[in-house]
């Protein structure tokens, strides 16, 4: 798989839910269409919830890396303003 | 301005709401809404919008708290009992959300100091128990283009309506002039149930909400009217603004504040 390159990082693996998807939601509200943010997240709750969650409001969902250490890289793209 | 930590989560339930989000939130931080009266539908008003994170809330009222006041404006306690209404609104804002900031306005309103009041607000909301200050209130906003809830309390019913000056019909546009003096008992005379005020005043705090964030129709160009005897919501459709309004037509025959005379045993002063 390409390597995608992120226009902004966050690190929500320091909060739980809703907080993961808020913190997710507000750094995308920030952004532009069409750029991409890269979400460093836990296993279990947050990876089951917050893709499904962004992809509800709209977003896209380009990839899911598993770092192999119980946390994940999520790649998201913007869509809409 | 970013969020912190802390906002993040105490707005966290507002922020997920599709149609509410970061900006939204910041819209709410930002906002300035006045509450006319601390009393029975100041209070829960007050309490949602404290705790929504409405950044700038001013609160007007000239009484003290007293006992017969506890059984519907929940916003004071027992403890608070000959304090200033507007000083304890202000302490229990505070202690729901330390983000707010609270200006208060120990007064009556009068044509004398309304207009200085309302200018740097952007909502007014009406928490008055008084004819003369409900249509001094209308005029001035009227006259100031300040959006405006409206609404009354009365035993068991409540009404409610948002006017918007330019754009939809305002108070006086349905209610020409006060009734005379001692032809509409008031709520102390009357009685009033205490969840009414929380009724009708949390449907005011709903309105200022969603016309800072700009969410869905505003209660413009209708009346909704609550018996909770019967458990009946009417939503009234009213005739269009200013056709003939005395202080809302593009042609007004009001053009200065009018101070309406109280019926004397509800005036108490301090």
Do not use: W
Not at chain 1, 30 to 52: A, K, W
Not at chain 2, 97 to 126: A, G, H
Not at chain 2, 222 to 230: I, S
């Amino acid at each position: 798989m390409a390597a995608i390159t992120p226009d902004d990082k966050i690190d929500i693996t320091d909060v739980v839910c809703p907080v993961t998807f808020v913190k997710t939601k507000v750094a995308l509200e920030e952004m532009d269409e069409g750029q991409i943010l890269q979400v460093h997240i836990n296993d279990g709750e947050p990876i089951q919830n917050v893709p499904r969650s962004i992809k509800e409001e709209g977003h896209k969902v380009l990839a899911i890396d598993d770092n192999g250490d119980g946390t994940y890289e999520l790649f998201i793209e913007k869509v809409g303003d | 301005m970013a969020f912190t930590n802390e906002q993040l989560e105490r707005y966290s339930r507002h922020i997920i709401l599709k149609e509410i989000g970061a900006k939204g939130q910041k819209k709410l931080l930002n906002a300035k809404v006045l509450i006319i009266g601390a009393g029975g539908l100041g209070a829960p008003a007050a309490l949602y919008l404290a705790a929504a994170g409405v950044g700038t809330i001013g609160i007007a009222d000239a009484d003290v708290v007293d006992l017969s006041n506890l059984q519907r404006q929940v916003i004071h306690t027992t403890n608070d009992i000959g304090k200033r209404k507007v000083d304890s609104a202000a302490e229990t804002m505070r202690a729901i959300n330390p983000d707010v900031t609270v200006n208060t306005y120990y007064d009556f309103v009068s044509s004398v100091n309304i207009m200085d009041m309302i200018k740097d607000y952007d909502f007014i909301l009406d928490g008055t128990d008084n004819f003369p200050a409900k249509f001094l209130i209308n005029d001035a906003c009227v006259m100031a283009k300040k959006p405006l809830s409206h609404a009354g309390i009365i035993r068991f019913k409540g009404q409610l309506t948002t006017i918007l000056p330019g754009e939809g019909p305002c108070y006086r546009c349905i209610f020409k002039n006060p009734p005379p003096k001692d032809a509409v008992p008031t709520c102390k005379q009357a009685g009033v149930i205490g969840a009414m005020g929380g009724v009708i005043g949390s449907l005011q705090a709903m309105e200022a909400v969603k016309y800072i964030t700009g969410v869905g129709e505003l209660l413009s160009g209708y009346l909704l009217t609550y018996d909770a005897l019967k458990m009946e919501f009417h939503k009234i459709k009213l005739p269009p603004r200013g056709k003939g309004c005395a202080v809302c037509s593009d042609t007004p025959t009001i053009t200065e504040l009018i101070d309406y005379e109280q019926a004397a045993c509800d005036m108490k002063a301090h």
